[in-house]
């Protein structure tokens, strides 16, 4: 489908983008090149008045966005998390892009669910509500089961939803290939890279099993966590096109006036809504990446309710343990140790020097520790130390800027519930722990473990490894006289030390 039928997309596009002013917005933000600069204009202004009108009182990207439907308007959120390619300001602008929709009918919906699930809906559901919350990609019902008469959420797709959104993806492939071709500058921007990441986390949002596994997961991780809850997944009510869980009852995280009637301790939720943050990234690596207040709630119990798992962020062990000792290394002012942690990660090329690169974090972090406690932010520091590591030659790592997106929104959910919250003082015995966990004896000890384990594996095969390395080696014996280095050698000295280190370790665990 990536062919030139797109440019009539594409034309709607650029004349939308010009009707509404975000054309210059939006090549502003990508700094794009005088080339890619004359070729959107000249496919948006001669027909400027193809484009939609939007909503004159947005701002003009998010204007433009909402004005051409569903799969922009996600676009535009995705992009929201990727300050390091479209900049700091407009990522700030498309965070509050509105993702409300009128809603489909009641019916419709009812009959995607009877698809989905093999059965008419009322023997399912004894009540299925209208709509009470429609997006850009699917709607939430109110419905009780028909079996016990509890109350759960059914979150349904958009009928046509997903060929809705292959025909503006693949337009913007073809306005990514364009790019390439006819503006060799802009290929620093990536734009073939954008849209695949959007494709990515479409693909993903499509399918509701996806985001039930996910909600899944996440529970199993948390579910230990005190004041902490997650609706539970209704998995025989759940299907690619549809997902149900329990029915979670709550007061807005953004409604204060709400929350200080029930007499709920603000700043006690604000604190714990940034420890639970940063315990998921450190502890768990899976951390909720879309926690605004919109999908907060507050039980009548004080618990803090998530929902809403269609975007979720990972962290592998070795970027957590990276990320907390960076973070730990700031929060004694250690800038020595933090510059080192940078080069030891390899997010610093090696030849660049140490102290030089300590001197400029000193120049992030010391500002910032001036600041009074109101003011203090760990998300405004994680954006500081990107832009100096960015300097030093840093190449962008999508988890941590993610990651950093996410503390700035969870810092804005803890201020809007009290603005005197010192994050540091939240952030410490947070990240003190797990420092105490994952660096040290203990932790070594524990990777050495699973080192022996994923060896120990391989046991079965390490005979006929070394065998081979062997026979290999003699064949190789009259290239390495020569004066060539054979790789062999060290090699099969691998494979033994492993499997002695194997044997060893397996008889102390």
Do not use: C
């Amino acid at each position: 489908m990536r062919g030139p039928h797109n440019i009539i997309r594409l034309i709607r596009t650029g004349a939308t983008l010009e009707r509404t002013g975000a054309m210059n917005v939006v090549l502003n933000a990508f700094e794009a090149p005088r080339a890619l600069r004359f070729l959107a204009h000249a496919l948006g202004k001669p027909f400027q008045w193809l484009g939609y009108k939007g909503d004159p009182d947005m701002p003009p990207a998010t204007r433009a966005l909402t004005a051409m439907g569903p799969a922009y308007i996600k676009f535009g959120q995705v992009l929201s998390t990727r300050p390091d390619v479209v900049g700091d300001e407009l990522a700030e602008q498309l965070r509050v892009l509105q993702d409300k929709l009128p809603p489909f009918s009641r019916a419709e919906a009812m009959k995607e669910v009877e698809k989905e699930l093999g059965r008419q809906v009322d023997t399912l559901f004894s009540e299925f509500s209208e709509p009470i919350a429609a997006a850009s990609i699917a709607q939430v019902h109110k419905a009780k089961l028909a079996a016990t008469g509890e109350e759960v959420a059914v979150k349904v797709l958009r009928p046509g939803i997903e060929r809705a959104f292959r025909k503006d993806v693949d337009a913007f492939y073809f306005a990514a290939r364009i790019v390439d071709l006819f503006a060799p500058g802009a290929r620093r921007l990536r734009p073939m890279d954008v849209i695949e990441h959007f494709d990515g986390v479409v693909r993903g949002e499509l399918d509701l099993r996806l985001e039930s596994a996910a909600a899944s997961e996440y529970a199993d991780n948390t579910k230990g966590d005190e004041g902490f809850w997650l609706p539970p997944v209704r998995w025989s009510l759940s299907a690619r096109r549809v997902m149900t869980l329990s029915w979670a009852d709550g007061i807005p995280l953004g409604d204060n006036d709400a929350l200080d009637a029930a007499n709920h301790n603000r700043r006690d939720l604000g604190e714990r809504v940034l420890r639970m943050f940063l315990l998921h990234a450190l502890r768990d690596g899976f951390f909720h990446a879309d926690m605004h207040q919109g999908n907060l709630k507050v039980a009548a119990n004080g618990d803090i309710i998530a929902y809403d798992f269609g975007i979720m962020g990972h962290i592998d062990e070795y970027t957590r343990r990276v990320y907390a000792e960076i973070l730990f290394g700031f929060i004694r002012r250690d800038y020595k140790r933090v510059a080192e942690v940078h080069f030891e990660a390899g997010y610093v090329p090696a030849d660049r020097d140490v102290d030089e690169f300590a001197r400029a974090l000193r120049a992030v972090g010391e500002p910032i520790f001036g600041m009074d406690a109101s003011h203090i932010s760990m998300g405004r520091l994680l954006n500081y130390l990107f832009e100096v590591t960015e300097r030093f030659g840093m190449e962008t790592r999508t988890e941590l800027i993610l990651l950093q997106r996410t503390m700035v929104v969870v810092e804005g959910v803890a201020r809007s519930l009290d603005p005197h919250i010192n994050i540091w003082e939240v952030a410490h015995p947070v990240v003190e722990d797990y420092i105490k966990g994952s660096i040290g004896p203990r932790a070594i000890m524990r990777d050495l473990g699973n080192t022996a384990r994923v060896l120990a594996r391989f046991g079965p095969r390490l005979p006929a490894l070394v065998e081979n390395a062997l026979i290999a080696q003699s064949q190789t014996e009259e290239s390495t006289a020569s004066g060539k280095t054979s790789w062999l050698l060290p090699a099969l000295a691998g494979v033994l030390a492993g499997a002695i280190l194997t044997l060893l370790l397996i008889t102390l665990i």
